[in-house]
T-cell receptor, first 116, second 113 residues
Framework: DTGVSQNPRHKITKRGQNVTFRCDPI?????LYWYRQTLGQGPEFLTY????????KSRLLSDRFSAERPKGSFSTLEIQRTEQGDSAMYLC??????????????FGSGTQLSVL | GESVGLHLPTLSVQEGDNSIINCAYS??????FIWYKQESGKGPQFIID?????DKRQGQRVTVLLNKTVKHLSLQIAATQPGDSAVYFC????????????FGKGTMLLVSP
């Protein structure tokens, strides 16, 4: 499978615990995005990387959230001291940006987080 | 603020019918729009896109229409199949640099055999 891969698919945790999700983008894609999606809503942008550089962060990304893409390939998203309001689907997407062409985002299947 | 939204939360059709999913946008400066399909348990999947210098674009069984005058776009699916059942989102770049996408709320399409 050469698509975007996310692990784990599901995560159940207790309030106050830390969780970490992993995303493996499509190889050779230089951009990687994290989105969050709650039931009945469209995905909301959290942050994105171009190669290893984190270029933009949403106001939705509180201090408890941190994302990394150390080698410009896979990325991790960590949530510290989880709260019930963090329960959502966390989606990763990647794209190949070249020139002026509109980029197309390819999404993974997401990690469903439930905070009890 | 700038937003992308949908008129109908749920659309139920019979197999073989044509489906039309609508989307309104508020930013008159938006010049690029994308439709995504999201099946249950999966991430959004790119369907078709359109630039603002076009009024219509066709793909395989899908057509996107853009009406810039009323800031409205629609996704038409011909001969709808049960496999088309999903949530459909319209999206637009949040900023002129196209670095992020703003998604609408979504429309659930239910196709009955």
């Amino acid at each position: 499978d050469t698509g975007v891969s996310q692990n784990p698919r599901h995560k159940i945790t207790k309030r106050g615990q830390n969780v970490t999700f992993r995303c493996d983008p499509i190889s050779e894609h230089n951009r990687l995005y994290w989105y969050r999606q709650t039931l009945g809503q469209g995905p909301e942008f959290l942050t994105y990387f171009q190669n290893e550089a984190q270029l933009e962060k949403s106001r939705l990304l509180s201090d408890r959230f941190s994302a990394e893409r150390p080698k410009g390939s896979f990325s991790t998203l960590e949530i510290q001291r989880t709260e019930q309001g963090d329960s959502a689907m966390y989606l990763c997407a990647s794209s190949l940006v070249s020139g002026l062409a509109n980029e197309k985002l390819f999404f993974g299947s997401g990690t469903q987080l439930s905070v009890l | 603020g700038e937003s992308v939204g949908l008129h109908l939360p749920t659309l139920s059709v019979q197999e073989g019918d044509n489906s039309i999913i609508n989307c309104a946008y508020s930013n008159s400066a938006s010049d690029y729009f994308i439709w995504y399909k999201q099946e249950s348990g999966k991430g959004p999947q790119f369907i078709i896109d359109i630039r603002s210098n076009m009024d219509k674009r066709q793909g395989q069984r899908v057509t996107v229409l853009l009406n810039k005058t009323v800031k409205h776009l629609s996704l038409q699916i011909a001969a709808t199949q049960p496999g088309d059942s999903a949530v459909y989102f319209c999206a637009e770049p949040t900023f002129s640099g196209y670095s992020t996408l703003t998604f609408g709320k979504g429309t659930m399409l239910l196709v009955s055999p």
